[in-house]
C-alpha cells in the first residue's frame, strides 16, 4: 500500500469513529498514568467534576476558554510528580455546572474555593491559562492566604482593559470575541487551533464537526454569557488589591489572543519573571510540553 493509500484509508477508519472520544480516551490514560482519578462533587449549587490525586504540596490547574480541563491539562499533570495536583472542569465546561446562573469569575472563585475546602486544601500553587489565569488571579487577590504561588499562562489578570478588548476585536475582525472563541460552525473550530498553536495540527472536516456537537454545543449559551460578564467586568472600575503570592509568567511569543506586550506589561507592573516560548501562540503547553514543564517546575520547585 502507498503512503497515500495508507493516509486515505487511515482518514477513513477515524470517520467512522468518535474522533473526540477517542482523543480523550487517550488523555484519561495519561491522567490515570500520572496517578490521578476523576471525581464528581457537589458544591451547593454547583456540581464540579474534576481529576486529583498524587501527594505533596496541591497544585491546582485551570483551564482556558477551550474545552475541560483534561484536554488543556493532559500534557503538564506527568512532570508534577511528587505533588498532590487537582486538575478541576471550571463552571459549564466539560461536566461541571451550577443552578445558579451566576457567569462572574467571582462565582467561578467562590466555587473553586468550596472546592478546595471539600478537599482540605488550604494552600496551593495556582496554575490558570488564559479564562483560567483570570480565575486563579482573582482567586489569588481575594484569598492570599490561599495561594502559595501564582502562574499565569498567556492571561494579562486585571491588567487587561476594555481597551485591550477592543483590540482583541478589531484583530480579528469581529465585533464580539464570542465570534471567535465559541464556534459554530468548522471554518470556526480551525481557526481556534490557529490561535492556539503556532503550527496547527490538522483536523478534517469531519473531526471539526464532531468538536462542535461534543464540546461547544452543550453549553454553547453558558460559554457566551460567561464571555458577556468578562465584558461587564471590563466596564466597572478595577477592584483594588493584587495577589500577594510570588508570580511567574509564561507566554507564547506569538500570541494572537494576548499578546506578548499584555505579558511584558504584567510583568512590569507585579515585578514578575517572564517566560516566553518561541514558536508558540495561545497554547504554548500544549505544542512545546517539554519546554513548558521545564519552565513550570523550575518554578514551583
Same mark, same amino acid.
Given at each position: 500500500?502507498?503512503?497515500?493509500?495508507?493516509?486515505?484509508?487511515?482518514?477513513?477508519?477515524?470517520?467512522?469513529?468518535?474522533?473526540?472520544?477517542?482523543?480523550?480516551?487517550?488523555?484519561?490514560?495519561?491522567?490515570?498514568?500520572?496517578?490521578?482519578?476523576?471525581?464528581? +462533587?457537589?458544591?451547593?449549587? !454547583?456540581? %464540579?467534576?474534576?481529576?486529583?490525586?498524587?501527594?505533596?504540596?496541591?497544585?491546582?490547574? #485551570? $483551564?482556558?476558554?477551550?474545552?475541560?480541563?483534561?484536554?488543556?491539562? $493532559?500534557?503538564? /499533570?506527568?512532570?508534577?510528580?511528587?505533588?498532590?495536583?487537582?486538575?478541576?472542569? =471550571?463552571?459549564?465546561?466539560?461536566?461541571?455546572?451550577?443552578?445558579?446562573?451566576?457567569?462572574?469569575?467571582?462565582?467561578?472563585?467562590? #466555587?473553586?474555593?468550596?472546592? =478546595?475546602?471539600?478537599?482540605?486544601?488550604?494552600?496551593?500553587?495556582?496554575?490558570?491559562?488564559?479564562?483560567?489565569?483570570?480565575?486563579?488571579?482573582?482567586?489569588?487577590?481575594? $484569598?492570599?492566604?490561599?495561594?502559595?504561588?501564582? %502562574?499565569?499562562?498567556?492571561? @494579562?489578570? &486585571?491588567l487587561y482593559t476594555l481597551r485591550d478588548y477592543h483590540?482583541?476585536?478589531?484583530?480579528?475582525? /469581529?465585533?464580539?470575541?464570542?465570534?471567535?472563541?465559541?464556534?459554530?460552525? %468548522?471554518?470556526?473550530?480551525?481557526? =481556534?487551533?490557529? =490561535?492556539?498553536?503556532?503550527?496547527?495540527?490538522?483536523?478534517?472536516d469531519f473531526a471539526a464537526r464532531q468538536v462542535l456537537?461534543?464540546?461547544?454545543?452543550?453549553? &454553547?449559551?453558558?460559554?457566551?454569557?460567561l464571555l458577556r460578564a468578562l465584558l461587564a467586568d471590563?466596564?466597572?472600575?478595577?477592584?483594588?488589591?493584587? @495577589?500577594?503570592?510570588?508570580?511567574?509568567?509564561?507566554?507564547?511569543?506569538?500570541?494572537?489572543?494576548?499578546?506578548?506586550?499584555?505579558?511584558?506589561?504584567?510583568?512590569? !507592573?507585579?515585578?514578575?519573571?517572564?517566560?516566553?516560548?518561541?514558536?508558540?501562540? $495561545?497554547?504554548?503547553?500544549?505544542?512545546?510540553?517539554?519546554?513548558?514543564?521545564?519552565? +513550570?517546575?523550575?518554578? +514551583?520547585?
Amino acid at each position: 500500500m502507498t503512503r497515500a493509500a495508507a493516509l486515505a484509508a487511515t482518514v477513513l477508519a477515524l470517520a467512522a469513529c468518535n474522533v473526540v472520544a477517542w482523543q480523550r480516551g487517550g488523555y484519561e490514560k495519561a491522567m490515570r498514568r500520572a496517578g490521578l482519578a476523576p471525581a464528581d +462533587l457537589r458544591l451547593g449549587d !454547583a456540581r %464540579v467534576h474534576l481529576w486529583h490525586g498524587g501527594a505533596g504540596h496541591p497544585t491546582v490547574l #485551570v $483551564h482556558g476558554f477551550g474545552a475541560d480541563a483534561i484536554w488543556q491539562w $493532559h500534557a503538564q /499533570v506527568g512532570a508534577l510528580a511528587g505533588r498532590r495536583v487537582i486538575v478541576p472542569d =471550571l463552571l459549564w465546561f466539560g461536566q461541571s455546572a451550577s443552578a445558579v446562573r451566576d457567569f462572574s469569575i467571582a462565582h467561578q472563585v467562590r #466555587v473553586l474555593v468550596a472546592l =478546595l475546602d471539600r478537599l482540605g486544601v488550604a494552600r496551593a500553587d495556582l496554575v490558570g491559562i488564559s479564562y483560567g489565569g483570570l480565575v486563579a488571579y482573582e482567586l489569588a487577590r481575594l $484569598h492570599p492566604s490561599r495561594v502559595t504561588r501564582l %502562574v499565569l499562562v498567556d492571561s @494579562p489578570g &486585571r491588567l487587561y482593559t476594555l481597551r485591550d478588548y477592543h483590540e482583541l476585536c478589531r484583530r480579528f475582525a /469581529v465585533k464580539d470575541v464570542g465570534e471567535v472563541l465559541v464556534p459554530e460552525d %468548522v471554518a470556526g473550530v480551525k481557526r =481556534l487551533l490557529e =490561535l492556539a498553536y503556532h503550527d496547527p495540527p490538522f483536523m478534517p472536516d469531519f473531526a471539526a464537526r464532531q468538536v462542535l456537537r461534543d464540546l461547544y454545543a452543550p453549553s &454553547r449559551r453558558e460559554k457566551l454569557a460567561l464571555l458577556r460578564a468578562l465584558l461587564a467586568d471590563l466596564e466597572r472600575p478595577p477592584p483594588p488589591g493584587r @495577589p500577594g503570592a510570588p508570580l511567574y509568567l509564561i507566554w507564547g511569543r506569538e500570541d494572537p489572543v494576548f499578546p506578548l506586550e499584555l505579558g511584558r506589561r504584567l510583568a512590569r !507592573a507585579h515585578g514578575a519573571s517572564l517566560a516566553v516560548i518561541a514558536r508558540a501562540r $495561545h497554547a504554548p503547553n500544549l505544542e512545546h510540553p517539554a519546554t513548558f514543564n521545564a519552565h +513550570l517546575t523550575g518554578f +514551583l520547585r
